[in-house]
C-alpha cells in the first residue's frame, strides 16, 4: 500500500502526544504527508484561545518534526467534529485516518456519541483507531 497523505485529526487530549507519535512514525515509514487537523466545536472549550490552539498546533507539529516526518502540516476548522473530518479528509485526498479511540462506552456514547466510530464508518478512506 502506498500512503501519500496521513490526516491526524486531534482532540489535544493527553493521548494526542502519543497519537502524532504513532501517525508520524507511520508518515516516515512510508514517506508520506503528515496532516494534524485540530475541530473547534460551535461550544470552545472554555478559556482555550485561538492562539492556544495554534500554538498546541505547533507543539504537535514540532513533534512530529522531531519524531522524523519531513512534511507535517496544521490545519484548525470550526464546525463539529465528526462530518468535518470526514469532509476534510475527502477534500485532501487522504489515503489514511489516524485517530485516538477514547473507549467511550455505554451510555455516554449513546447520549454523546463517538467522533471516532463516526468517522470509521463514513471516511472515504481507511481509518486507523489508536487506542490511549
Known amino acids: 500500500m ?3 497523505t496521513i490526516l491526524c485529526p486531534l482532540d489535544f487530549s493527553a493521548a494526542s502526544a502519543a497519537l502524532v507519535a504513532y501517525a508520524a512514525a507511520l ?3 512510508t514517506g508520506a504527508e503528515l496532516r494534524l487537523l485540530y475541530v473547534q466545536e460551535p461550544q470552545p472549550v472554555p478559556g482555550c484561545t ?4 495554534e500554538q498546541a498546533l505547533g507543539v504537535h507539529r514540532a513533534a512530529a518534526e522531531a519524531a522524523g516526518a519531513s512534511r507535517v ?3 484548525l476548522v470550526r464546525g463539529e467534529a465528526a462530518p468535518v473530518i470526514v469532509a476534510e479528509a475527502r477534500r485532501q485526498h ?3 485516518i489516524v485517530i485516538g479511540a477514547h473507549g467511550q462506552t455505554g451510555l455516554s456514547r449513546f447520549l454523546m456519541g463517538n467522533t471516532a466510530e463516526v468517522v470509521v464508518r463514513t471516511a472515504p478512506c481507511p481509518t486507523l483507531l489508536v487506542r490511549e
Open 2 to 4: 502506498t500512503l501519500s
Open 27 to 29: 508518515a516516515v515509514g
Open 50 to 53: 485561538g492562539l492556544q490552539v
Open 73 to 75: 502540516s496544521t490545519q
Open 94 to 96: 487522504a489515503d489514511l
